[in-house]
């Protein structure tokens, strides 16, 4: 099962996916690796596919984005932000694809490659 671990403050049962959009993510280090920008949803499953997490640029210009699986986030209600266990090099060097170019999640062979780069196991399987 794909969800998101809960690391401080309470368990919440159900949030609206606007509250999560625009929150900060950092690494255990507290390094600053970005923030969400959206949540994709698989319409086939209703599950969440992916975060996308936007890292790097200035302004907003020349910003890369990543896909993140969800449940490689633990989210951490007191600070309103989530933690993803990577250091920050290794997400410079992840797979990532700009606002121009968004991936096919139905290419489970890039999902796949996505998911073992985090760690995670696809939502999928």
Do not use: C
């Given at each position: 099962?794909?969800?998101?671990?809960?690391i401080?403050?309470?368990?919440?049962?159900?949030l609206?996916?606007?509250?999560?959009t625009?929150?900060?993510?950092?690494?255990?280090?507290?390094?600053?690796?970005?923030?969400?920008?959206?949540?994709?949803?698989?319409?086939?499953?209703?599950?969440?596919?992916?975060?996308?997490?936007?890292?790097?640029?200035?302004?907003?210009?020349?910003?890369?984005?990543?896909?993140?699986?969800?449940?490689?986030?633990?989210?951490?209600?007191?600070?309103?932000?989530?933690?993803?266990?990577?250091?920050?090099?290794?997400?410079?060097?992840?797979?990532?694809?700009?606002?121009?170019?968004?991936?096919?999640?139905?290419?489970?062979?890039?999902?796949?490659?996505?998911?073992?780069?985090?760690?995670?196991?696809?939502?999928?399987?």
């Open positions: 099962m794909s969800q998101t671990t809960v401080r403050g309470h368990d919440p049962v159900v609206a996916a606007d509250t999560l625009g929150n900060k993510v950092v690494n255990p280090q507290e390094q600053d690796l970005g923030t969400i920008e959206h949540l994709m949803i698989d319409l086939s499953t209703g599950r969440i596919a992916y975060a996308v997490l936007s890292f790097g640029g200035f302004l907003g210009l020349g910003d890369k984005l990543f896909a993140i699986p969800w449940s490689a986030l633990a989210l951490d209600t007191v600070e309103k932000r989530f933690v993803l266990n990577v250091d920050k090099e290794l997400l410079k060097r992840a797979p990532g694809f700009d606002k121009d170019h968004w991936p096919n999640m139905a290419d489970r062979t890039w999902g796949s490659q996505v998911y073992t780069y985090y760690g995670a196991t696809p939502y999928w399987d």
